[in-house]
C-alpha cells in the first residue's frame, strides 16, 4: 500500500510539471468565407487566456493577391471579465463578428462561401520544421506539393522566425507551376515554429489559403494561434 501511495504521488507530480512546462492557451480556427470574385478572406480565431481566464476572439481581412490585410482588416477583443465554468470562449467570436458586420459588407463577405478543404493535419501530427506535405483537388484534378522552409534566430526572449512555402502545382494535363508563398523577411518575435495545419481553395477561382499553426513562447510554455497565406493561383 505505502508503495502504491509513493508511486501515485510521484506520477501527479510529474503530470503537473508537464501541465506546468506547456502551460498556454490554444486558439481554435474559423473560416468566415470569400468574397464573391474570391480577391478577399476573412478568417477568425478565439480562445481563453489560460491565466486570465478572460475569453478573447480575433478577426482578420486577407487580400488575397497581396498575402496582406486590408485596411483596418485586423480587429482583436478580449472580453473584460472571466469566461463562466463550461465554457469555451465561443462568446467573444460571436460578438467581434456581431461588431464587425460592416467590415464584412464593406469587402462582400459571404459567410457561405467557405474554402474547399484540400488537406488537413492530424491532431496527431507532430511534424513542424520543414515538413512537406502532398495534397489534390479532386474537383479540378490538380495535385500540390507544398515544402515549408522555416527560419529561426536568437533564443529566449530574442527568439524570432520566419518561414515561406514553396509550392509546386501539377494540373491535369501534367503542366507545372511553382510558387513561394509567404513573407519570409518578416520575422515574429517568440514565435517558435510553423505548422500546416489547413489547406483551402475558393470555390472556383483559384485562390488558396494555408491555415498556419503558430507556437507562440511565453512564460509557462507555448501559447497556439493561427495565421494563413494566401497565394492567387
Request: with cysteine; aromatic share 12%.
Amino acid at each position: 500500500m505505502a508503495l502504491k501511495k509513493i508511486f501515485c504521488l510521484t506520477a501527479a507530480a510529474l503530470i503537473t510539471g508537464v501541465g506546468i512546462l506547456w502551460a498556454g492557451d490554444t486558439a481554435s480556427f474559423v473560416d468566415l468565407g470569400f468574397s464573391p470574385d474570391g480577391r478577399i478572406y476573412m478568417f477568425a480565431q478565439y480562445g481563453v487566456e489560460s491565466k486570465s481566464l478572460k475569453p478573447w476572439a480575433d478577426l482578420f481581412v486577407v487580400d488575397v493577391p497581396r498575402n496582406n490585410f486590408v485596411s483596418g482588416g485586423r480587429v482583436t477583443y478580449t472580453h473584460d471579465s472571466p469566461v463562466p465554468a463550461g465554457q469555451d470562449g465561443s462568446g467573444a467570436l460571436y460578438r467581434i463578428i456581431a461588431r464587425n458586420a460592416a467590415l464584412a459588407d464593406q469587402y462582400q463577405v459571404n459567410y457561405l462561401r467557405q474554402g474547399q478543404p484540400l488537406y488537413i493535419a492530424l491532431d496527431n501530427d507532430s511534424s513542424y520544421p520543414g515538413e512537406t506535405i502532398e495534397f489534390r483537388d479532386f474537383e479540378s484534378g490538380n495535385s500540390y506539393r507544398a515544402h515549408l522552409v522555416p527560419y529561426t534566430e536568437g533564443s529566449g526572449a530574442n527568439l524570432k522566425s520566419s518561414f515561406y512555402i514553396d509550392l509546386e502545382n501539377t494540373s491535369h494535363n501534367g503542366a507545372r507551376k511553382t510558387y513561394t508563398v509567404g513573407t519570409p523577411q518578416l520575422k515574429r518575435p517568440l514565435v517558435a515554429s510553423y505548422k500546416i495545419k489547413k489547406v483551402m481553395i475558393a470555390p472556383k477561382d483559384g485562390s488558396i489559403i494555408f491555415v498556419i499553426e503558430m507556437k507562440k513562447q511565453t512564460d509557462n510554455g507555448y501559447d497556439v494561434r493561427y495565421m494563413i497565406e494566401a497565394a492567387r493561383l
